[in-house]
């Protein structure tokens, strides 16, 4: 062969996958073209000493077609050397019957094999294996770089397997992996052990699947070097998912998204770990819903169930990251802040959530307010473990609920003794009615221009056996939040109505009374019903009877508020706004509903001569209230300024402590005839408005 031709020979067989070769009769090789034996890290030196007839060679695979050849047969087969597939042709070289060695050619199997020869059928058999597998069975260089993907990679994960080759199996990786990535790369490809890993890797449509893999390594060499690792993939997407749908399950709320009870208390526990780790504080929040009950009974469950979720989306509005904001169940809500520096930073939080709470929710197409009870305790200062955290914070939500809501409370010691009295309070409370402990008092309303009486309120009072005269804060919330206030509620109309008669027969003038209600009643079953029975089995003329609501009705369902307010209406009842100011309602809510009265509500009044925020509220409700034609009271007059004040606006009705406290039954009696005595002039028809709206 002339240079030129012997180079490109050389050429040739360098650089395809094959290689020729001769040996002894001892199987030494001995001339090689191609340069396969050296990619299998074997250099010319170790070609000359190594013997395919050796069994612990890296050629070993050959000691069976060398064996056969040597005994002078032709062999055809196939072999795999560094995981690599191989065709192998090996045949004796005879000089006179003589065997001198072996000559054979070496092809990897990606060439052209024929498939018809019987020795190749085995391997055909692992072929169909790879290709017919429901798992994925892929091949990788020691730097994870894929050499052969199976066809069932198609089917999985959407990838034709030739396109996988050559392509690092880092790029497949989920990127929420994060700093696990390494870890993972390292147990499949570095140090694959029996260990099965799981972990997601991208779809070629760009979603993700989780495979569990299970990798060999391989090794060939002499030294022990791993020279290929084959894995095995199997695609347990459903299987995660099941079991990410359970753990979810198991520590989420369905209803909200939040963590659950179960998770809250696991992330309180890591909070308090790590707030003794960091010397900083802790405050956990618990918020209950105030009269979530009632909306629940009244809008229906589909409602109540909208507020939570949108209650759960507001609070996740001030979250920072590490922050906790789980639903413990029902209408509780708890928020763990972590790393702070003060109580003072809680308090900003606190504020926060009621600023958040404070708009109307819209359920169903219906307006409601719903305010927010809080109590909140700081760790290390108010106790220093789960058990007191969680008791001292519920400790403090009760305190703010008692407290009339939408407030928040931090813990302070006292309150335990406090909570307990709150407990044996409400405990009494369920007998009170039974055993008659209940009184009513009364104060009146004056007309300033007049000094006659224009209605009298009657106020509840509870006459507790130990604790004497309770006043209506100090216990109306519990009956509220129990459910409580529906009979007590009813007893008190009938009791008012009652006393409003009687006084008639006993030859007083007829005074109307004012009666106020709970939300709760106002929206109970068939209120108007109960309304016109307590009327008709008192006797009492409708017009007599004067219900106070608040704004808190008027928003919580527009279009039920109207509805029952028209029913009072026609029945004849007078409808009045109690606390007229404090709350949410409109020019325009004030138009659709055929109220008589707005009341403005003490706080106004109060400062009204010193305070201009009171003053000129209490003037807008005036004119307000003149505007749209209503009558309107002012409250809680203690002094001649504000008696003034209000005059000189324009508002002559008053009730307040200048004229008189609420009376017990037998000292109203006598005030009233005093006071009628006093107004011989008095004619009470001509000072009671008649309902002015036309609804
Ligand atoms: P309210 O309807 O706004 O009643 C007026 C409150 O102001 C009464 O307090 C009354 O005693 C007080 N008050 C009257 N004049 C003055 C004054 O000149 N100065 C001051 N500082 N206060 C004055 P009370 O009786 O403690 O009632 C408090 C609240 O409890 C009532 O506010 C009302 O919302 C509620 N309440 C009273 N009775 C009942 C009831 O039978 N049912 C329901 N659901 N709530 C009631
Ligand atoms: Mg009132
Ligand atoms: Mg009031």
Redesign the pocket.
Known sequence: MSSELELKHRSLCNNIPAVMFTTDAEGVLKQTQGSFFQQLGLNQETLERISILDEHSILSPFLPAAKSALTGKTVRTHLTISGKLFSLWLSPIKEQNKLLGLSGICIESAIEIDSNLPENKLQSHYDLLAEYSTDIITKYTPAGICTYASPSINKILGYEPETLVGKPLFEYFHPDQGKYRKKLYSKIIEQPSDERVCYRVKHANGSFIWLETHSHAINYTETNEVTEIISVSRDITERKETEERLLYLANFDSLTGLPNRALFRDRLRRAVARTQRNDKKLALFFIDLDRFKTINDSLGHHAGDQLLRSVARRLKQFARKGDTIARLGGDEFTVIIDAIDSAADAAIVAEKILELMSPPFKLDGHEVVVSPSIGITVFPDDGDNMRSLLKNADTAMYRSKGKGGNCFEFYTPDMNAKAYESLVLENNLRHALEKEEFRL?F?PQIDLHTKNIIGI????RWQHPEQGLL???QF?PFTEETGL?EPI?EW?LQEACNAAKKWQTQGLAPIRIA????LR?FVANNFVGKVAKTLAETGLDAKYLEL?ITESFLAHNVAQATETLKELHNLGVQLSI??FGTGYSSLNYLKQFPVNTL?I??SFVRDISTDPDGATIAEAIIAMGQSLRLNVIA????REEQVNFLRSHGCDWV????FS??LPEDEIVPWIRQNNLQNSQYEQKSFWPEVVNSH
């Open positions: 008092y104060q309120e009657a106020l509840l006043k209506p804060e109306i206030i509620g008190v009666v106020n209600l709970s009643q106070e109690d606390d009341k509500d003490r409250e809680g007059v203690e009730q307040g402590y200048l406290v609420p």
